[in-house]
């Protein structure tokens, strides 16, 4: 790893630390809303699932799981599942959208915190997030001038919607080919969806191999598909990963990347990404990335409120990182090293 690269691993913590402090998966729910009729089957769902929870302490990614695996033929055990259960998935989506759409501050949609991090950027650094809203890519896209853009190639957003809709074929040792862009410069990867990621869900239709990336307002629905008419359906992805790579679009492609950039990287920044013991793809994906003797030259930072997620962390790549409580005393340790290293 003779170049610098620092790859941007960002989980739900940093959404919530943003100026926006959108909710985390922790406490997702509020019962207010789930008594609107609009959520109605979502609600008579969580209720037979979970029993005696209170919906205020459910987590995002266990009721997405389980939604998952009810409406999959597997998961009901062969039988057709009951027709309640898509209402209730399409709810779902709609509650997310929802709960991870934002109002502006001052104006802005874009957050200081991320931009004092972005702006420091090298063309070759990635950004992967878990997260299904839109702060880190509003935030890319204000701080990221036109000029840079296209002097150093750096348009990670706009490369990560190409990456969605292009047709992109096998070719090279990395077994794929994006045409017009070097293969070692940086991506904008989201590896869990997003809330602007509409599919359509016909497995036989030409246009399921297509991501589309919509701006609606909330509780809009999207148009049909353009080549079978089957409503587009919001991407998504539970962390259980139950048959993703084959249902959701370029889901595969964006996950080679990820672990393809994780490994070459020479330092790893988590922010608030608490590694579930249920997102076992995930711990995979990070754990392999340091398989090999050249695993302890990696630089780690974990950004965590709760330093045990760092003990997790070690524990899990065998490497012990730098703990900082929040973005703010990271941001400030960095400015410090800059300093220093100006002389």
Not at 228 to 254: D, H, Q, R, W
């Amino acid at each position: 790893m003779s170049e610098e690269k620092t790859v941007y691993f960002l989980g739900a913590g940093a959404s919530n630390a943003s100026d926006f402090t959108l909710p985390i998966t922790d406490g997702f729910f509020r019962k207010d809303d789930l008594d609107l009729e609009n959520f109605s089957e979502l609600r008579k769902f969580i209720e037979s699932t979970f029993h005696g929870i209170l919906s205020e302490n459910l987590n995002l990614e266990d009721v997405i799981s389980h939604l998952e695996l009810s409406v999959d033929r597997f998961g009901s055990f062969g039988k057709r599942p009951d027709t309640y259960l898509y209402d209730a998935r399409e709810q779902f989506n709609q509650y997310v959208r929802m709960r991870l759409d934002y109002e502006s501050v001052e104006g802005r949609l874009w957050c200081p915190k991320f931009k004092e991090i972005f702006q420091s950027l090298n063309p070759n650094d990635t950004i992967i997030t878990l997260n299904y809203d839109l702060i880190t890519e509003n935030t890319l896209n204000a701080t990221i001038s036109h000029e840079k853009r296209a002097k150093e190639n750096h348009a990670l957003y706009t490369e990560m919607v190409q990456l969605l809709s292009l047709d992109i074929y096998c070719s090279g040792i990395l077994g794929i080919d994006v045409p017009e862009r070097k293969l070692e410069s940086g991506w904008y990867l989201k590896l869990h969806g997003s809330t602007n990621w509409y599919y359509c869900s016909n497995p036989h239709c030409l246009g399921h191999q297509i991501m589309n990336v919509l701006t609606m307002p909330v509780g809009g629905r999207p148009r049909n598909c353009n080549s079978c008419g089957s409503p587009l359906e919001m991407a998504i992805v539970p962390p259980t990963m139950n048959k993703a790579f084959g249902k959701y679009p370029k889901l595969g492609i964006i996950w080679s990347l990820a672990r393809q950039e994780l490994a070459s990287s020479t330092s790893i920044v988590f922010i608030g990404v608490s590694f579930r013991p249920s997102d076992y793809y995930l711990s995979w994906l990070v754990k392999s990335s340091f398989l090999g003797v050249k695993r302890k030259d990696k630089s780690v930072v974990v950004v965590d409120k709760c330093e045990s997620v760092a003990h997790r962390i070690a524990k899990m790549i065998g490497v012990k990182p730098v703990h900082y409580d929040n973005i703010d005393s990271y941001i400030s340790s960095r400015k410090e090293n800059k300093k220093e290293m100006n002389g």
